[in-house]
């Protein structure tokens, strides 16, 4: 496989089996840094093994003003040409639970992911870099109930 060039790698979601199983694949330059964002910190003792530095940022897309947080530390102290965008999303039977559990799915699927999404252009512009984005894994983990497509 192919080294990808690139100087600093994203993953938003990095909770996500996903994201977490695509960046494995990956096959990176040696000090290529990992940037992990998502709810879990506990998803940075998957990456023993990466080629570089890894950090991880707290960020829980229901929640606008730690996206800000995290948008504005990345486009000061980062430099992003690769980043995969595994949207995550809580488990919610949208037919069983309560008004607040769908709210926050949704928050998290749709309106936060749009806040973040805006921003990582420009954070990108300057590398020229690849997004990755993988947005449901509903077709090989179907669950009852759960309306992915209406």
């Known amino acids: 496989m192919n080294q990808i060039p690139t100087k600093g790698v994203l993953l ?11 960046l494995k694949k990956l096959s990176v330059a ?4 990992l940037i992990l964002v ?4 506990n998803s940075i003792a998957l990456f023993q093994d990466w080629p ?7 960020c829980d897309l229901s929640k606008i003003e ?5 948008v504005s530390t990345l486009m000061t102290q980062y430099v992003i040409d690769f980043a995969v965008i595994a949207s995550a999303h809580l488990p919610a039977e949208l ?3 309560d008004f607040e559990s769908v709210h926050q799915t949704f928050s ?14 420009s954070m990108m512009s300057k590398t020229g870099g690849t997004l990755v984005h993988i947005s449901s894994v509903a077709a090989i983990r179907p669950r009852i109930k759960n309306f992915t497509y209406g």
């Open 95 to 97: 037919l069983d639970d």
């Open 38 to 41: 998502g709810r879990n910190a």
């Open 52 to 58: 570089g530095k890894v950090s991880f940022l707290p």
């Open 30 to 33: 040696k000090g290529t840094q």
């Open 66 to 70: 730690q996206i800000r947080d995290v």
């Open 108 to 121: 998290i699927n749709s309106t936060g992911l749009a806040c973040f999404l805006s921003c990582l252009p």
């Open 12 to 22: 938003l979601g990095s909770t996500s089996e996903i994201g977490i199983a695509i």
